[in-house]
T-cell receptor, first 116, second 117 residues
C-alpha cells in the first residue's frame, strides 16, 4: 500500500502558484519525501526531494512540516506545461539498513490541471 | 549524460505469446527497477535489480520475470501474455545514493507500451 495520501485532482490558474499537498503521517525518521510528475503517458519526471528541511530548485519548492507528517509541493508560476499527474512518495535513504527491501508504491497521485 | 533508454517503445502481441523488454540505465547506475502502469491502477512495482541480483519483487505472477546483466542493463520478460498485461512498462535506474544524505533519485525511461490482442 502507498504510504502517502494525495487529493485526486486540483485546478490552478496559469501564472499562479500551484500548491500540491501530500500526507505521509507514517513516515519514519530515515525516509525521504520525493515528488515526481508524469505528463500524459511519458515516464515520471523527478521534481524534488527532501528529508526534513524545505528545499528549492529550478522547478519547484518543497515545504515539509516540522513533524514531517505532510508536505507541500509548490510550483511558483504554473504554466500549461505543468498539467500532469503529480506523485508524492517516501523512501528510505540509500544508507539505511532497509534500503532495497521496499516495494515502492506511487499511489494514484494528484491530477493537476492548469487553467488558461 | 544519456538518460534511461527503453526498447521497444511500442509493441503489439497476441495472447499466449511472450515478450522481452529492455532497459539501459544511466551510466554508473547499478539499480534498475521495473513498474507496470495500467489505466486506473497507477504505477505498480514489479521488481528491482542491483548488481545482477533481484533484490525485491512486487505482487505479480511468475509469468513476469527479469534479469540484469553485468553492465547493469536489464530485461524483463512476460510469458503467456494475457489481455490484462496491456500496459505501459516503465524502467527506472538509480545510483547508490547521492552525497552524504543518501537520497536515492529514480530516473525513469519513456516506457514500453505493450498492447496484447
Amino acid at each position: 500500500d502507498a504510504k502517502t495520501t494525495q487529493p485526486p485532482s486540483m485546478d490552478c490558474a496559469e501564472g499562479r502558484a500551484a500548491n500540491l499537498p501530500c500526507n505521509h503521517s507514517t513516515i519514519s525518521g530515515n525516509e525521504y519525501v520525493y515528488w515526481y510528475r508524469q505528463i500524459h503517458s511519458q515516464g515520471p519526471q523527478y521534481i524534488i526531494h527532501g528529508l526534513k528541511n524545505n528545499e528549492t530548485n529550478e522547478m519547484a519548492s518543497l515545504i515539509i512540516t516540522e513533524d514531517r507528517k505532510s508536505s507541500t509541493l509548490i510550483l511558483p508560476h504554473a504554466t500549461l506545461r505543468d498539467t500532469a499527474v503529480y506523485y508524492c512518495i517516501v523512501r528510505v535513504g540509500a544508507f539505511s539498513a532497509n534500503f532495497g527491501n521496499e516495494k515502492l508504491t506511487f499511489g494514484t497521485g494528484t491530477r493537476l490541471t492548469i487553467i488558461p | 549524460k544519456a538518460g534511461v533508454t527503453q526498447t521497444p517503445r511500442y509493441l503489439i502481441k497476441t495472447r499466449g505469446q511472450q515478450v522481452t523488454l529492455s532497459c539501459s540505465p544511466i551510466s554508473g547506475h547499478r539499480s534498475v527497477s521495473w513498474y507496470q502502469q495500467t489505466p486506473g491502477q497507477g504505477l505498480q512495482f514489479l521488481f528491482e535489480y542491483f548488481s545482477e541480483t533481484q533484490r525485491n519483487k512486487g505482487n505479480f505472477p511468475g509469468r513476469f520475470s527479469g534479469r540484469q546483466f553485468s553492465n547493469s542493463r536489464s530485461e524483463m520478460n512476460v510469458s503467456t501474455l494475457e489481455l490484462g498485461d496491456s500496459a505501459l512498462y516503465l524502467c527506472a535506474s538509480s545510483g547508490a545514493g547521492q552525497g552524504i544524505s543518501g537520497a536515492n533519485v529514480l530516473t525513469f525511461g519513456a516506457g514500453s507500451r505493450l498492447t496484447v490482442l
